[in-house]
């Protein structure tokens, strides 16, 4: 700790002058890396300082403009807000998520942001890492909301990544993108908003993957059919937060047989339900299987339904139980511990996570001890790390 040394001793023949003016009693301004080196830092270095000041980044990442006065700037993996709850069935309020989000992962680069399990520290993987803002989104016309979101996701994930893919670390040949489009994209990890917005981002996604396998997180199945979820009295309210992926999956973005639902534990219309989840492509894993497989049973059957192909992450944060994260529109007891999650994420090391999203945070039912807030900043440190790890690249198949 030789800065701390030194500023001791240069304390003590600071203070007999600085009696009369406190200023020079303070650490000086520049000690502190402010705002950014303080987020990248390393041993020997200051950082758990002021970590609730400033203008509120996720992880105090740097703002970047990305759909505005920015709009040529390059990154390798992006956080972009979607506040949109205008298709939930139950309590409104995941507009507010994505603020709510940036509040809870405040602390994550308190220390530096090392993660011991997976031994990386995805600030420092020589990854650019940038916060975008929202995507503007019309709180009065659900039709042009969706056309908002997948536009201004489509408008970042079709820039060239920042970093080239490199060289794989086995073989030592040069990586080739795995898009369908040939060509290198950055990623993106998008704050909801309901979950009904994973319909623009899966179309944006299929523009540069094509249909992609899913892992989908939540409670509940999300593939329901108008008719029994909402009714659909009308075309536009037959898209809602419990339909999107049977919308999905009719559009043809879903890879069939390949997609994956975890911590499932809802109440159905009847056993149908789970006949029209199987048509829309989805392998199932009920809540009540960590009791008998574990989490490591989890992991083997999401990473067999998967493979190496690319995956796009979707995750509700009512996965986990309402006891550690109550603040989400459709509560349902029974769920995953915030460490399950974590455990059961970090088990996904190594895929090919393109982009992904966590939804359905509605921040005004949270304790006043934010932990809804803070539990979805934590699960999407572990997707940043589990993406720091393994670029989006393969070798050349011979
Ligand atoms: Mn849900």
């Known amino acids: 700790m030789k800065h701390s040394t030194a500023f001791l001793i240069l304390s003590a023949f600071l203070v007999p002058i600085a009696a009369h003016d406190h200023h020079e009693d303070q650490m000086p301004l520049d000690y502190v890396k402010f705002p950014y080196q303080a987020i990248y830092p390393g041993d020997d270095d200051v950082t758990a300082d002021s970590i609730f000041s400033g203008i509120t980044t996720f992880a105090r990442l740097p703002w970047v403009q990305c759909l505005t006065k920015d709009k040529d700037d390059l990154f390798d993996v992006a956080f972009l ?7 939930t069935s139950y309590r409104p309020g995941a507009r507010f998520g994505p603020a709510g989000i940036r509040a809870g992962s405040r602390r994550l680069t308190l220390y530096g942001g090392y993660n011991v399990p997976l031994q990386v520290n995805p600030f420092l993987s020589g990854l650019k890492v940038v916060d975008c803002g929202d995507i503007p989104v019309t709180p009065y016309d659900n039709k042009y909301a969706i056309k908002q979101i997948e536009n201004g996701h489509k408008q970042l994930l079709h820039r060239p990544a920042f970093s080239p893919l490199g060289n794989d670390s086995l073989t030592g040949q040069p990586l080739l993108p795995i898009s369908l489009d040939g060509k290198n994209h950055p990623r993106i990890i998008t704050l909801g908003g309901d979950h009904t917005i994973v319909l623009p981002l899966l179309r944006s996604i299929y523009s540069a993957y094509g249909a992609i396998s899913v892992i989908h997180f939540d409670s509940h199945l999300d593939t329901w059919k ?4 909402g009714g659909a009295p009308s075309e536009q309210a037959a898209i809602n937060h419990g339909t999107y992926f049977y919308w999905a999956s009719q559009e043809g973005l879903i890879r069939n047989g390949s997609s994956i639902h975890g911590a499932i534990r809802t109440t159905l219309s009847g056993p149908a339900d789970y006949t029209n989840d199987d048509e829309s492509g989805f392998q199932r894993i009920e809540a009540r299987e960590i009791d008998t497989i574990g989490t490591d ?12 192909r690319p995956v796009y992450l979707s995750i509700d944060i009512d996965s986990i139980d309402p006891a550690f994260a109550p603040a989400t529109g459709t509560p349902e007891t029974g769920g995953w511990s915030t460490r399950e999650l974590r455990t059961i994420l970090r ?13 359905e945070v509605a921040p005004a039912y949270d ?7 803070m539990a979805a900043a934590d ?18 198949e011979n």
């Open 226 to 229: 108008p008719s029994v979820f």
């Open 347 to 359: 088990g996904l090391d190594g895929l090919h996570i393109v982009s992904a999203d966590i939804v």
């Open 367 to 373: 304790t006043n001890a934010e932990l809804t807030t």
């Open 81 to 87: 807000g979607a506040p949109f709850d205008t298709g």
């Open 379 to 396: 699960v999407l440190f572990e997707v940043l790390s589990v993406m720091a790890k393994t670029p989006l690249g393969k070798v050349k």
């Open 297 to 308: 049973g989890i992991i083997k059957k999401i990473r067999e339904t998967v493979g190496t």
